[in-house]
């Protein structure tokens, strides 16, 4: 499946009635180029699972990193990483 279809899917379960109007997803670009994105898990099956921080970092242009912090699912990346970012969340959505 498609990873916008898996995330779009996903954040439609965790809409019901009220979460979606506290939370939710949000992916904004950024000037270094790269993405950030951010996925809150508070509401969610996957609010205090365990999560290992990744880290990969090849130099300005192929780095990226994914951690939870404050009950929130947070990556960020160079302009080629936003699959790679979601890819991450929803490995770790799957494995739970």
């Known amino acids: 499946?498609?990873?916008?279809?898996?995330?779009?899917?996903?954040?439609?379960?965790?809409?019901?009635?009220?979460?979606?109007?506290?939370?939710?997803v949000k992916i904004l670009n950024?000037?270094?180029?790269?993405?950030?994105?951010?996925i809150d898990l508070e509401d969610t099956e996957m609010s205090d699972k365990l999560f290992e921080k990744v880290e990969y970092d090849n130099g300005d242009d192929d780095w990226f990193f994914c951690l939870v912090k404050n009950n929130a699912f947070?990556?960020?990346?160079?302009?080629?990483k936003l699959i790679k970012i979601l890819e991450v969340f929803k490995n770790w959505v799957e494995s739970q």
């Open 74 to 80: 947070k990556g960020a990346g160079d302009s080629h």
């Open 30 to 38: 950024t000037d270094n180029p790269g993405w950030s994105v951010t």
């Open 1 to 24: 499946m498609d990873i916008l279809c898996w995330l779009q899917n996903w954040y439609h379960s965790n809409c019901d009635g009220g979460w979606e109007h506290l939370y939710g």
